[in-house]
C-alpha cells in the first residue's frame, strides 16, 4: 500500500540567530547612549572671589624739612604709617634721580608734593601715586608733574622734559612664550572662555624670577588660581604680578621696596598651573595691558613740551601743587574730596 506523502516542517534556526542580534544590537546602544548622556566630571573650581572697595583720596605735604624723602616725609607727618611714608620717599627718589645729585634733600630744604592714596576697608594703605612735587635744596627748585602720553604714564618737569629714564625690563634671564595675552583664551584646567590677563612664561621650577621695575610689593602671599603671588607698585602707574610662584625671595614682603632686575621669587607651578612656568601680567592704572606691547614701548619717555594737552594738565596740576602747605606750621597735610 502506498502511503501518503508527509512533508516534515524543519525549522530554520536564522530566526533565532536574527532575534539574538537584535537583542545584542539594542543592549550595545543603549550602553553607548547612556555614556553619551553621562555628563563631564565638574572642573576643578576657583574659590570664590569678592569686589574689595578702596578709598582713594588725595592729601597733600609741605615745609622746611630734612634727610631723605622717606624722612622728610616723616618729619611733615609723623601721622603716616611707615609703609606709607616709604612708598612716597621711593616714589620721591625716581622722580628726581635725573636732577638731584644725593637722594633726598640731605641738608634743609623745603619739599611740597600732592598725591593720590588707595587704602583697603582696613585703613591701610595699598598703594599711592604722587600726582605733583617740588623740592628745593641747594638753592635749585626742581618741580615733577604726573603725565599720561599716549596711554604710557611718566614724570615730567616744569618745560615737560622726561624725568622717566627707565623702562620694564624681563622678569626672566631667559624663557619663551608658551601662552601669549589673550582675552579670549580657553583655560586649559576650567574648559572654558576666561581671558589670559598676562603672558606666561615656560621655565623649569626654581628659576629667579626679577622685578621687571623699581616699585613697592603690595602683595607677596596665595592668591587663589594665581598660586604663590607677587604684586609690584610702580611709580609710572604701571602694577606688575608675578604668580605660580613656587616660593618668595627672602625680602619679598608687602611694603618693602625692590629695584629692577631684583630676585622676588622663584618659578613653581602653585595654584591653577598644568606644569612650571610663570604667569607675568602688567596693569596700568589696575587695567591689564599686553606686557609685550608694554616691553616694547617701555623705553625712556619722550619729552612732551608740544604735546597738545600737556600744557593744560600742567596748568591743572600746578593749581593742585598750590594747595599744599609752604610752612610746616600750618599743617603738613590735608585731603581733598573722596573719589
Known amino acids: 500500500m502506498i502511503r501518503p506523502f508527509h512533508r516534515r516542517a524543519h525549522r530554520s534556526p536564522f530566526p533565532f ?5 537584535v537583542l545584542l544590537v539594542t543592549l550595545a546602544l543603549a550602553v553607548s547612549w547612556t555614556r553619551l ?5 565638574e572642573p576643578p573650581m576657583l574659590p570664590a572671589v569678592y569686589a574689595v572697595g578702596g578709598r582713594v583720596d588725595t592729601l597733600f605735604l609741605g615745609g622746611y624739612t630734612r634727610g ?11 601721622d603716616l604709617s611707615e609703609s606709607e611714608r616709604g612708598m612716597i620717599g621711593r616714589h620721591l627718589d625716581k622722580m628726581f634721580a635725573p636732577v638731584l645729585k644725593e637722594k633726598g634733600l640731605v641738608d634743609t630744604g623745603r619739599l611740597r608734593l600732592a598725591y593720590e592714596r588707595t587704602q583697603r576697608p582696613d585703613g591701610t594703605t595699598r598703594a599711592i601715586r604722587v600726582l605733583a612735587a617740588e623740592t628745593a635744596v641747594a638753592g635749585s627748585m ?3 608733574f604726573f603725565y599720561e602720553q599716549d596711554k604710557r604714564p611718566g614724570y615730567f618737569d616744569g618745560l615737560g622734559r622726561s624725568l622717566t629714564p627707565q623702562g620694564l625690563a624681563r622678569p626672566l634671564d631667559r624663557a619663551w612664550i608658551s601662552s601669549p595675552f589673550n582675552t579670549q583664551r580657553v583655560h586649559p584646567i576650567l574648559r572654558r572662555i576666561m581671558p589670559h590677563n598676562g603672558v606666561d612664561y615656560a621655565a623649569t621650577a626654581g628659576t629667579p624670577v626679577r622685578a621687571t621695575a623699581d616699585g613697592s610689593v603690595s602683595w607677596a602671599q596665595p592668591r587663589g588660581g594665581y598660586g604663590n603671588l607677587v604684586e609690584i607698585q610702580h611709580p609710572s602707574g604701571y602694577s606688575t604680578r608675578y604668580a605660580h610662584l613656587s616660593g618668595f625671595a627672602s625680602r619679598v614682603r608687602p611694603g618693602a621696596a625692590v629695584q629692577q632686575g631684583e630676585v622676588v621669587g622663584f618659578v613653581g607651578s602653585t595654584g591653577l598651573s598644568t606644569g612650571p612656568h610663570l604667569h607675568y601680567e602688567v596693569r596700568r592704572q589696575g587695567q591689564p595691558v599686553n606686557p609685550e606691547v608694554v616691553a616694547l614701548d617701555a623705553g625712556p619717555a619722550a619729552d612732551v613740551g608740544y604735546t597738545p ?3 593744560t594738565e600742567r596748568q591743572r596740576l600746578a593749581r593742585l601743587l598750590a594747595r599744599a602747605p609752604t610752612m610746616l606750621s600750618t599743617r ?8
Not at 540567530?17 to 542580534?21: G, K
Open 332 to 339: 603738613g597735610r590735608a585731603a581733598m574730596a573722596d573719589r
Open 309 to 311: 594737552g600737556w600744557r
Open 17 to 21: 540567530y536574527a532575534v539574538l542580534a
Open 37 to 41: 548622556d553621562t555628563p563631564p566630571p
Open 142 to 144: 626742581h618741580t615733577a
Open 68 to 78: 631723605s624723602f622717606a624722612e622728610a616725609v616723616r618729619v611733615l607727618d609723623s
